[in-house]
């Protein structure tokens, strides 16, 4: 069995209202540029709220042939694209020899909601002998990565995740766990969220959207005045791969896979978590990496400037670290992308890595909580160590460590 | 590297509640469809399904508000219920140890969605708040986890019609990789319209019912259901003199990357091959599969041609049975369902039989074990399962020998 330090982050590829491609990802987030504008996607009369993280420019004929996008939805056409821009950036290539040992982990959770529930309505008001079939295949939540197997030909597997806020983080442990255990070489690790009316909707009518009580929506993890998140879409995916299949094919790794954790917090009931579980994997993860707290050049908040998730994830880092480490939320520029997050993150996180920045929680002005937020991005900086966290209402906790080379 | 024994059933099906009633229901062969009565089928091609008809979920969780769990968590916590009782493992105990669960769904929730949808199609300011909470894939393995005072990790698969083979698969090896010490580990599916109207557009499903392998089969049967198991590590359950059903071994998953509907046979074979690589035995080993066996045309045929490349010679000599005759396809739960199937025939040395067989298909010409359980001891059975997206799963059990 390799060890988890032998695992490498070869490619980058990321579809983001702030961004596609790597490069001009990392380049906004080194500006704190926002993603936030109207929706266009669907009528918002309904909401009080207009404002979202919508990729506005998105062309998928740039990675998709004309003749495969008819059926394909939202949600797949941007992981689709996301894995395209991965592979090139790793300069891999899939081949008859190599396919069986490359395998795909996402994590989606609604998978396409807006899919599910169209075809849904479609029977209840056409009747179900009128429903089209060509879509029935969009509403399996494992549609998105199933569809980047079937694009790149990828055979070894095909995993999708559901965890929620987690679910790319956990995409990435269970991607790193195959690696591991010798049943992959590759795996092709990401996340992927659409922005619609369904996901949306629910986010409002719950409250946790920034601006449903009428004021400016603005996100501003950790400060007094924050009211809520900013809902987003993006697609991200990693190339990770062993080292030893790295140095074969000499490609050029960003970054290390160091440690990571996973732990489910049994407080009960209700749809918030208290830190104890947050807290688990962060210790956890600090412990398998072999590293002193010390040596975590920033924290890769999941902070969204949702009230309760921002006060829980921060008092646990107090806990945990005091002010010492560096702690940043990319929510603040791209929103909140949900099963996508953790994927944006790593993403973003291998950028300060290979370029050494840490980059701002733009927006935030006064912080509520007594950690070392990160409110003006720090260029010329050298990262050897990212702690990267993502936490759950439903119970699940998530960190991952990357490191240099 | 660490062993991995099954030490707990629990399962909640169109055929019984519990591994005895369903046990003796699977081996009498009987049949668990009815007229459907989740939703009006009137204005579908077809009218029977695998509904779990009598569902007392008091009965498992006396005096918890039933209104804020969905279906799918219902049939969760109930099956999770079943399998910790089984294998005499109480809350503290859970407490004391790293306990993860693996779940495994093809959608979720998605009852929910369809009753938000008609709520508000009827009225588009109808107050949904509650229901939303539910939506969540993952709020079902959540709502197993704070119930039973789950501290380790947390996983939970939606990769359809295999899922419940990946979350056993998973399970297995958060085990072996030390993380966790106890895992609960399954699929959860309710009976869902819209993979009712889906398969019903697609000409899958059968009117009357399920024959898998059947010249004249006609199709699947949409069904329900929830199937958990209690992995352990081997020495954890030989210290408090557990109850053992098989070893886990090993798995193996391919991904077709042809088609999100048909199936590949190319797919199929690398995913048997890898399960039995894994489990270090050869295709001689195997002493039963427990087939995906849908009852669909391609499906069938599919399987039953990589069972020949994988076997050769011997493939007509390997009872090949499909429990789904009996209690139709439970989607996310079908192969965990499966997978204790397996368990208990291993245990009882007993295969259950492939329902509903007439008529035999030159190209389904395995021995599917037609209508009568068989005696057959078992060393080593693989549970073969298959999804949309071409994600394909096979797990493979063994007859535990300390």
Not at chain 1, 59 to 79: A, C, E, G, M, Q
Not at chain 1, 85 to 92: F, H, T, V, Y
Not at chain 2, 171 to 188: N, P
């Amino acid at each position: 069995m390799s060890e988890i330090n032998n695992i490498l982050i070869t490619g980058i590829g990321v579809i983001s209202p702030i961004g596609e491609g790597k490069d001009e990802y990392w380049g906004a987030l080194r500006t704190g540029r926002s993603g936030f504008r109207e929706i266009t996607l669907f009528d918002t009369s309904d909401f009080n709220v207009k404002i979202g993280g919508e990729i506005t420019d998105f062309d998928p004929l740039k990675y998709i042939h004309k003749r495969h996008l008819r059926v394909l939805d939202r949600s797949t056409r941007l992981l689709i694209a996301a894995a395209r821009l991965s592979l090139e950036d790793a300069g891999l290539t899939i081949t008859d020899e190599n396919t069986y040992s490359i395998g795909v982990s996402a994590g989606a959770t609604f998978g396409s909601l807006h899919s599910i529930s169209q075809f849904d309505r479609e029977g209840l008001i056409e009747g179900p002998k009128y429903v089209n079939p060509s879509f029935f295949p969009n509403t399996v939540i494992n549609s998105p990565a199933s569809q980047v197997s079937i694009m790149f030909k990828i055979k070894g597997f095909n995993t999708t995740i559901s965890t929620g806020f987690c679910a790319s983080l956990d995409a990435l442990i269970y991607a790193a766990d195959f690696i591991r255990l010798g049943r992959a070489d590759v795996v092709l690790v990401g996340g992927v969220e659409e922005l619609c009316e369904e996901t949306f909707m629910g986010f409002y009518r719950l409250g946790l959207l920034s601006g449903s009580k009428g004021s400016p929506p603005g996100c501003k993890p950790y400060d007094k005045n924050r009211d809520g998140l900013i809902l987003s879409e993006a697609a991200s995916v990693l190339v990770l791969e062993s080292e030893e299949h790295a140095r074969k094919r000499d490609a050029q790794p960003y970054a290390r896979i160091l440690s990571y954790s996973n732990a489910f917090c049994p407080q009960k009931p209700g749809m918030f978590t208290s830190g104890d579980g947050l807290k688990k994997a962060i210790i956890q993860a600090i412990e398998r990496a072999s590293i002193d707290y010390e040596d975590i050049g920033f924290i890769s908040s999941c902070a969204n400037g949702g009230i309760e998730l921002d006060k829980m994830e921060a008092e646990t880092i107090a806990e945990i670290f005091g002010n010492k480490i560096p702690a940043s939320s990319i929510k603040s520029m791209i929103g909140e992308t949900y099963s996508a997050s953790g994927a944006m993150a790593l993403s973003a996180a291998t950028g300060a890595i290979h370029l050494g920045f840490i980059p701002a929680t733009v927006n935030t002005e006064e912080p509520e909580y007594p950690i070392n937020i990160i409110k003006e991005g720090i260029e010329n900086v050298e990262i050897h160590n990212v702690l990267v966290v993502s936490s759950d209402p439903y119970g699940n906790n998530s960190a991952v460590i990357i490191g240099n080379i | 590297m660490r062993r991995v024994v099954i030490t707990g059933l629990g399962v909640v099906s169109s055929i019984g509640i519990g591994k005895e009633e369903f046990w003796q229901n699977l081996t009498a062969g009987k049949s668990g469809i009815s007229p459907v009565s989740s939703f009006d089928t009137s204005e579908h091609f077809t009218h029977l399904g695998g509904e779990v008809k009598e569902f007392l979920f008091d009965k498992y969780y006396p005096g918890i508000k039933q209104n804020s769990f969905s279906r799918a968590s219902m049939l969760g916590l109930t099956a999770t219920r079943l399998a910790l009782n089984d294998a005499d493992i109480t809350n503290s105990t859970l407490q004391e140890i790293e306990a993860g669960i693996c779940m495994g769904t093809t959608l979720g929730s998605v009852q929910v969605v369809e009753i938000i949808d008609e709520l508000l199609l009827k009225n588009k300011n109808h107050n949904i708040d509650n229901l939303i909470c539910l939506v969540p894939t993952h709020s079902t393995p959540s709502d197993i986890g704070k119930i039973n005072d789950l501290n380790g990790s947390f996983m939970m698969f939606s990769t359809a019609c295999a899922a419940g083979n990946y979350a056993i698969g998973y399970g297995f090896d958060l085990i072996r990789l030390q993380r966790i010490d106890i895992a609960i580990v399954g699929g959860v599916d309710p009976f869902s319209k819209v993979a009712f109207t889906g398969f019903n557009q697609f000409k899958a499903v059968a009117p009357e019912r399920c024959q898998p392998f059947d010249k004249n089969r006609k199709g699947m049967m949409v069904a329900e259901g929830a199937g958990v198991l209690i992995l352990e590590e081997l020495e954890h359950a030989l210290q408090r003199g557990a109850n053992i059903y098989a070893e886990i071994v090993g798995y193996g998953l391919s991904c077709d990357a042809k088609h999100m509907t048909s199936p590949s046979v190319e797919g199929i074979v690398q995913c048997m091959k890898k399960a039995l690589k894994e489990a270090g035995i050869s295709p001689l080993d195997v002493d039963y599969i427990s087939a995906h066996g849908t009852g669909t045309p391609a499906n069938d045929r599919a399987e039953c041609a990589a069972i020949k490349e994988v076997f050769g010679e011997r493939y007509m000599g390997i009872p090949v049975s499909s429990i789904k005759s009996m209690l139709g396809h439970t989607m996310g739960a079908a192969s965990a369902i499966e997978a204790i199937a397996c368990s208990l025939a291993i245990k009882h040395s007993i295969i259950p039989p492939t329902i509903n067989f007439e008529t035999p298909d030159p190209e389904c010409d395995i021995d599917c074990v037609p209508n009568r359980a068989r005696k057959h001891e078992i060393n080593y059975a693989l549970n073969n399962s298959y999804a949309f997206g071409g994600n394909n799963a096979s797990l493979v059990l063994k007859r535990f020998i300390e």
